[in-house]
């Protein structure tokens, strides 16, 4: 090949995770060299390698020490990847550099850009939202829930189609946002959208919409591309920290292979991080491969997470609690002790426990699911793991030699003896209920679920789990039966998708895992947008002093904390997962498990 002609070609490999690089005989030299430049870089062939999608785009300036600069040639849709990020890249630098975060975008342009299509309402601060979302080329909108982040984002849509960007928009969403997707797909425009959701009519030919739950990306990569490629598409991915695995977890890699496929990125979630900067880092790779994780990583490799804040906040729009004008909750946490037999079982599990090794998390996620368990009731210990119990949840029962302590404790275990957390959301409800009040009552595990049923049965309880064959039914009753005074379910099954704000304000955490996104999300199923002012919401946390539960109650706070400063969300700050990737037990994080150790030998 001569020197005016292609000298290095770069394009998606089949996964569009990775790019390949392909050369001539002349330059295979300088194609090993550059592959070597790249921790992922690996040789596919004497003329080929490959390089990983992120590490590329994150130092593209690497491309520069080839040394036939005019024959480098790219596939049009990684270049128009490229140019999206570098183009963002640099209205984020411009934006720092001149102390500028406000939006090119003005709030007020926001309604001509929408099109003679439009006609929803929008609110002052989903035009602020909209107009930063409008001035980047992909985008991140991390606004709570209950702030419209579904009509804001479609409003992104509706602008890039009238300019003529696009014309098809992909949602991956949970199952139980459908039915939110559904609705302002109808009502925001003044002729709906036509929207399917996938496994229905996927080959209508008008359809403009298709929803996809995170669960059935990894099996239909091939028509979800497909559908992608026919049309200049939109991708958007709401309650986005389910993939905040990245290319590490399944959802993430689907999210990551569909990605570069559509002309515009945008997601959308209320909990970014919650278990710190790793979350953020896959979420905003998503959003802009290379840049965006470089960013995060950057930003807070100083500890510093004020300044972090200030260099991460050009890259996403965030609506705060504060914003929306809600009456404050007032969240508790109400202690209490084990009777002693509780205690002594309890005891006994934890020594039984110290033998787990610190890198076996799986292990230590079954130990953490046990102890959890235990402080809530021990009964739930010899019961089996009931088939509607989310994966993450399910556990055989424990089964423990008759020479063991812990198997005569367990035999003397009377079935009337209640546990102090069943008494006191007894207790709660009872109040409540007398003073006209509804009451949702949270426990992790459906054995608990269904104990409480019964325990709350004069209150005529609606119960919500993932065997309810009539959710519909529960819902409608706890809304509208006066005689239904108490609401129980898990944070798994009801932590998104519902509003409840109008019926109920009272909440009762009867346990609660590691997840602290899934506790911050089941907290707004109550408090949210549409609250009466002078609303009295309140919320409270039950816990077992000297167990688990303290564990727990110290990591959530550390994890909000951190979340609510890299989003300079105070209120976040104050509060002290919803249903995300399949993960380990209990929702434990490599940087719970420091904290679950000095729990089990310390009490050892």
């Known amino acids: 090949m001569t020197t005016s002609g292609v000298s290095l070609r770069l394009d998606f490999d089949s996964s569009r995770t990775k790019v390949v690089l392909t050369t ?80 090119e975008v003005s709030p007020d342009d926001v309604p001509a850009l929408l099109g003679d299509d439009w006609t929803a309402e929008l609110s002052t601060f989903q035009r602020r939202d909209i107009a930063k979302l409008l001035s980047l080329q992909h985008g991140a909108n991390f606004s709570v829930p209950g702030a419209g982040k579904t009509r804001v984002a479609l409003a992104v849509y509706a602008a890039q189609r009238a300019a003529g960007k696009v014309s098809r928009l992909l949602v991956v969403c949970p199952k139980s946002a459908y039915e939110s997707w559904q609705y302002e797909t109808a009502a925001c425009f003044r002729q709906p959208l036509r929207t399917n959701v996938l496994g229905g009519d996927t080959q209508d030919q008008w359809m403009e919409v298709l929803i996809v739950n995170y669960e059935r990306l990894d099996r239909s990569l091939g028509l979800l591309a497909a559908w992608l490629q026919a049309g200049p598409a939109m991708i958007i991915l709401d309650e986005a920290h389910r993939m905040k695995l990245g290319a590490r977890g399944t959802y993430g890699a689907a999210c990551m292979t569909l990605g570069p496929l559509a002309r515009r990125r945008l997601i959308l979630t209320g909990t970014p991080a919650p278990n710190g900067s790793k979350d953020l880092e896959s979420l905003l790779g998503f959003v802009w491969p290379g840049h965006g ?107 423990i030699p008759k020479s063991d302590s812990l198997y005569s404790l367990l035999q003397n275990l009377p079935d009337y003896e209640l546990s102090p957390k069943y008494q006191e959301a007894i207790a709660i409800v009872a109040e409540n209920a007398a003073r006209g009040r509804k009451t949702l009552v949270w426990t992790t595990f459906v054995r608990s679920l269904t104990t409480l049923e019964r325990l709350f049965a004069k209150y005529a309880p609606a119960t919500v789990y993932g065997g309810t064959p009539d959710r519909e039914e529960q819902l409608r009753r706890f809304r509208e039966d006066p005689s239904c005074m108490v609401l129980i379910s898990n944070p798994a099954t009801l932590g998104e998708g519902i ?61 909000l904390d951190f979340m609510g400063k890299i989003l300079d969300d105070p209120t976040v700050q104050q509060l002290a997962d919803l249903e995300e990737e399949p993960a380990v037990a209990a929702g434990l994080a490599p940087s719970d498990i420091e904290a679950l150790l000095h729990h089990i030998r310390g009490s050892s």
Not at 57 to 70: E, K, N, R
Not at 318 to 324: G, N, P, V
Not at 499 to 507: E, F, I, K, M
Not at 514 to 521: D, E, S
């Open 293 to 399: 994780q470089r960013s995060v990583v950057q930003a807070v490799a100083g500890g510093d997470l004020g300044h972090a804040s200030t260099v991460l906040r050009p890259l996403f729009t965030r609506t705060t609690k504060q914003e929306l004008g809600l009456p404050p909750v007032n969240t508790q946490i109400r202690y209490v002790d084990l009777p002693p037999l509780h205690e002594e079982i309890y005891d006994s599990l934890v020594k039984g426990s110290g033998g787990n090794a610190r890198d076996d998390l799986s292990a230590l996620g079954k130990t953490a699911l046990r102890l959890l368990m235990a402080a809530t009731s021990p009964a739930l210990l010899l019961e089996g793991t009931s088939r509607y119990e989310p994966l993450a949840y399910q556990l055989p029962p424990l089964e």
């Open 24 to 103: 001539t005989e002349q330059y295979r030299h300088e194609l090993v060299r550059l592959a070597a430049r790249f921790r992922t870089g690996g040789q596919l062939g004497p003329l080929s390698a490959s390089v990983a999608l992120d590490e590329l785009l994150a130092d593209l300036s690497a491309l520069g020490s080839w040394p036939h600069a005019t024959g480098v040639e790219w596939a049009p849709e990684l270049q128009a990847l490229v140019v999206g990020i570098v183009q963002d890249a640099n209205t984020v630098k411009r934006r720092l550099s001149s102390a500028e975060h406000g939006a």
């Open 499 to 559: 509003s409840l704000h109008h019926v109920c304000h009272d909440a009762v955490y009867v346990d609660r895992d590691f997840m602290a996104g899934r506790y911050l999300q089941s907290l707004d199923r109550i408090h949210r947008l549409g609250l009466a002012p002078g609303t009295d919401t309140r919320v409270t946390v039950l816990a077992v002093r000297n167990t688990i539960d303290e564990v727990v109650e110290a990591r959530l706070k550390q994890k």
